[in-house]
């Protein structure tokens, strides 16, 4: 399993989207494409066949691409939360419902408090090889997702009872690059801690480099 990360910044949010691809049917799915010229570049350029869209929530702009995607590649299964309104969506899922991408197995986990049909993936790829979970607005670097539609026992359940229980070897890939700015939170609460001290470091040179 491949992930490409794709900055989307015309959204003003600092987005990311995803490009997660099988190597081996060549075939792959796409994380919240706001963008999905930039997503059908990239995955034309990976030699690869988008056939599935991942939409976390129904925020415009995580879903607002969706429509768009379907009109430049009609084939392609946009899924959603059933308890969402995710524009476009051809297929709704519910937690612990698995798809599959080829040779990689994807597990939805229902996370509801951002809004309450948000769904976070898991794909864990056939034959080994470090699984990865696509938390949306639920779980970022240092941070947590807005509780618009739900309350803090829910968001304590998808962090520590959802996503916490995943294998620690997943990789995690959020939706926004908020990491800075959760880290100059974390510092100002605990200033001397010298580990936040070296994360706000990191997360600013990462930044300056252009790296996810």
């Not at 081996?24 to 997503?39: F, I, L, Q, S």
């Not at 056939?51 to 590649?73: F, I, S, Y």
């Not at 359940?157 to 995690?172: D, I, K, M, S, Y």
């Not at 001290?197 to 990462?206: D, N, P, R, Y």
């Amino acid at each position: 399993m491949e992930v490409q990360t794709i900055l989307i910044s015309e959204t003003g949010e600092s987005n990311y989207a995803y490009l997660i691809v099988d190597r081996a049917t060549r075939k792959a799915a796409c994380v919240d494409p706001y963008n999905p010229a930039r997503v059908l570049e990239a995955a034309t350029a990976a030699g690869v066949d988008l056939v599935m869209c991942l939409t976390t929530h129904e925020h415009w702009d995580h879903a607002g691409g969706n429509e768009k995607l379907r009109q430049l590649k009609g084939d392609v299964e946009v899924v959603g939360g059933v308890n969402d309104k995710v524009a476009a969506a051809t297929k709704t899922v519910s937690h612990q419902e698995t798809l599959q991408l080829g040779n990689i197995t994807i597990t939805c986990l229902e996370t509801p408090c951002h809004t309450r049909g948000h769904i976070c993936y898991y794909c864990v790829p056939e034959g080994g090889g470090a699984p990865a979970v696509f938390t949306g607005d639920t779980l970022f670097v240092a941070g947590c997702g807005r509780f618009f539609k739900g309350t803090p026992a829910e968001m304590y359940r998808n962090l520590c009872e959802v996503l916490g229980r995943l294998p620690a070897e997943t990789q995690v890939f959020p939706g926004h690059n908020y990491t800075a700015k959760n880290l100059a939170f974390a510092a100002a609460v605990e200033p001397q801690n010298p580990a936040i001290q070296e994360a706000v470091a990191a997360a600013a040179a990462a930044n300056r480099e252009g790296r996810p």
